[in-house]
């Protein structure tokens, strides 16, 4: 389940109309969200608030061996709408599962975000900040995020900790998303690292305005699909090593009228590694992922399996014979998720590790529970098995 933070930076990329999926980073993201999810270890309990659209807290207290926590702090210039509150949240944004990519967006004009008053530009640029520091470990992070135009980012991203070289590591990124592409440049203090990534979108393009199908053909022939494809490169200046990787995406959009679905493929040439996933919505309640890595120099290759399977809430007796008493009868407005009570998580790869995870809400209150299992161990079945519970107001 995303952490709190994590909720309102999306509603800050929400509001300042950042598109986070196109981008190389996030190609894997399907895969990622169905098949890399963490199981908690032990208790933890986080406590957070929106005390005001600009202002958010947050407080993480676990007992994992020692009682350890965190303290975090987050200022939007940008007011942020979204509800956060975990009794209002909607559980589909709360929850990584499986990502339908919607249609490409396009830009914003740069005059749409001048403000004049008086004859001078008085409009300033949004910006996002966050800190949050680990206790007792007295570990450090950072997050510095600005909106330079409508297609371009910056990103800041710094740590403070004594057992990483030279004290801790900063990483800059340039982003720059222009719909049609996507472009990033990075720095890393870590061995002086630069890096390029970009990703490129077949089809339409989003900044030109579409012209409509003439001929019952061309409606047919028009795909309800986009096309990706990516590459990313980086150098290390002081260990002078670099690497390189390449990938592809076929994703259905939603106006596609079958079940939606996912492939992708990427590789890595220099260290041989090729990996390929196709991840599918078979239901309205079920969603399905498989992956298999493959190595070209040493044949070693993996396979993993996953799922996801929402609950639904089944309709009372009573709100049964209300529809039938009163058919027209309005009822208020529910939340997006009003019929959801959980989700179950589930994977398993080629040497018999699984891991399961159930997420939900119960009253005001949104939950975690998950455990590792490794069959192949006897003596020692249970890798892992926890519960993270957060709530915020």
């Known amino acids: 389940m995303l952490d709190f933070m994590e909720h309102v930076q999306h509603a800050f ?11 190389y980073g996030t190609l894997n993201a399907t895969a990622r969200a169905l098949l890399d999810f963490q199981t908690p270890r ?51 944004n709360a929850i990584r599962g499986y990502r339908q990519l919607q249609e490409l967006r396009r830009p914003d004009e740069n005059w749409w975000w001048e403000i004049w008053h008086s004859g001078k530009r008085v409009d300033r640029r949004d910006t996002l900040l966050y800190g949050r520091i680990f206790l007792p470990q007295s570990r450090l992070e950072a997050l510095y995020l600005r909106r330079l135009t409508p297609t371009r980012q910056l990103r800041i991203n710094a740590v403070s900790d004594s057992n990483l070289n030279n004290g801790g590591t900063i990483l800059t990124l340039l982003q720059n998303d222009f719909g ?21 979108n077949f089809g339409a393009d989003p900044r030109v305005a579409p012209t409509e199908p003439t001929t019952a053909q061309q409606v047919a022939e028009r795909m309800h699909g986009r096309f990706s494809a990516g590459a ?15 990938g592809l995406r076929f994703t259905t959009l939603p106006a596609h009228t079958g079940f939606p679905y996912t492939m992708t493929l990427t590789m890595n040439p220099l260290m041989g590694n090729l990996s390929s996933t196709y991840a599918v919505k078979a239901g309205s309640n079920l969603a399905l992922c498989s992956r298999f890595d493959f190595n070209f120099y040493s044949y070693e290759s993996e ?45 398993v790869d080629q040497h018999w590790r699984i891991g399961v995870l159930w997420e939900g809400r119960i009253k005001e209150l949104l939950f975690t529970l998950g455990a590792s299992l490794d069959l192949k161990k006897r003596e020692q079945i249970f890798r892992a098995v926890g519960i993270e519970l957060q709530y915020s107001s």
């Not at 957070?48 to 987050?74: E, H, I, Q, R």
């Not at 049609?180 to 490129?200: N, Q, V, W």
């Not at 990313?232 to 390449?246: H, M, V």
Request: aromatic letters at 10%; charged letters at 20%.
């Open 232 to 246: 990313e490169l980086y150098y290390g200046l002081l260990n002078k090593s670099g690497g390189i990787s390449t």
């Open 42 to 92: 032990g208790l933890r309990l986080q406590i957070s608030s929106l005390a005001a659209p600009n202002f958010a807290t947050s407080y993480t207290l676990g007992n994992l061996g020692v009682v350890d926590g965190s303290v975090s702090y987050l200022y939007s210039s940008l007011p942020l709408q979204r509800r956060l509150k975990s009794s209002e949240l909607d559980l589909h």
């Open 13 to 23: 990329y929400e509001a300042s109309h950042w598109n986070l999926d196109n981008s």
């Open 180 to 200: 049609k592409y996507s472009t990033e440049y990075m720095y890393s203090t870590d061995s002086a690292l630069i890096g390029l990534r970009a990703l490129y």
């Open 303 to 347: 396979l993993q399996l996953g799922c996801e399977l929402w609950r639904r809430r089944r309709n009372t007796d009573v709100e049964w014979a209300v529809k039938k008493l009163h058919p027209d009868w309005r009822q208020p407005a529910a939340a997006p998720d009003n019929d959801v009570s959980g989700i179950l998580k589930a994977r």
